[in-house]
């Protein structure tokens, strides 16, 4: 499967943006998808994930009652609508799929396969 990331941009602190990463190759169906995210010197880290087929979502804490992912199906499109952002939520953000992946590694970026390109989030104070 395909991966597009796309959706990043400049926006103000307190400012919302979606994110959206659509498959190509086949469909969602079966996976989970989720979003990480990267700064300059650090490590990928986990930012949300979805379980296609049961919708069940997952979050870090850091962005909880901030940032929401869904899916379309029609689309086979998975969002994630990304608000009250902060300085701190800069970074390139990247989707990434799996269908073998264990509910106790959904934090985890080796547990997944497949990578789309990132996409940049820059938010101003």
């Known amino acids: 499967v395909q991966l597009q990331a796309s959706g990043g941009g400049l926006v103000q602190a307190g400012g919302s943006l979606r994110l959206s990463c659509a498959a190509s190759?086949?469909?969602?169906?079966?996976?989970?998808v989720g979003w990480f995210r990267q700064t300059p010197g650090k490590e990928r880290e986990f930012v949300a994930g979805?379980?296609?087929?049961?919708?069940?979502?997952y979050y870090a804490d850091s962005v909880k009652g901030r940032f929401t992912i869904s899916r379309v199906s029609a689309e086979n499109t998975v969002h994630l609508q990304m608000n009250s952002l902060r300085p701190e939520d800069t970074a390139v953000y990247h989707c990434?799929?799996?269908?073998?992946?264990?509910?106790?590694?959904?934090?985890?970026?080796?547990?997944?396969?497949?990578w789309g390109q990132g996409t940049l989030v820059t938010v101003s104070s």
């Open positions: 979805i379980k296609w087929n049961s919708r069940n979502t």
């Open positions: 990434a799929a799996s269908r073998t992946i264990i509910q106790s590694s959904i934090e985890v970026p080796s547990a997944y396969n497949y």
């Open positions: 190759g086949r469909t969602f169906s079966g996976y989970v």
